[in-house]
């Protein structure tokens, strides 16, 4: 299950194996407003996320 939090949340499923950086590619999103959980740990974008897997991206807010 891929998840977005933040903004423009949603959810869907992952149907084949993909590295990370590929599916923000594909979700249009950027690694600088988002940071990518998998199964609940930080990872960076050449991790490989399996179909059974959890994936978060959550969205970076800033504001002083």
């Known amino acids: 299950?891929?998840?977005v939090v933040g903004r423009m949340g949603?959810?869907?499923r992952l149907e084949r194996s993909m590295k990370?950086?590929?599916i923000m590619e594909q979700l249009r999103l950027s690694d600088e407003r988002f940071v990518?959980?998998?199964n609940?740990?930080?990872v960076?974008?050449?991790e490989v996320?399996?179909?059974d897997d959890?994936?978060?991206f959550i969205e970076i807010f800033s504001g002083g």
Request: charged fraction near 30%; proline fraction near 8%; hydrophobic fraction near 40%.
């Open 10 to 12: 949603f959810s869907e």
């Open 54 to 56: 959890d994936l978060a």
């Open 36 to 38: 990518s959980l998998l």
């Open 44 to 46: 960076t974008g050449d």
């Open 49 to 51: 996320v399996k179909p």
């Open 20 to 22: 990370v950086k590929e």
């Open 40 to 42: 609940g740990t930080p």
């Open 1 to 3: 299950m891929i998840r």
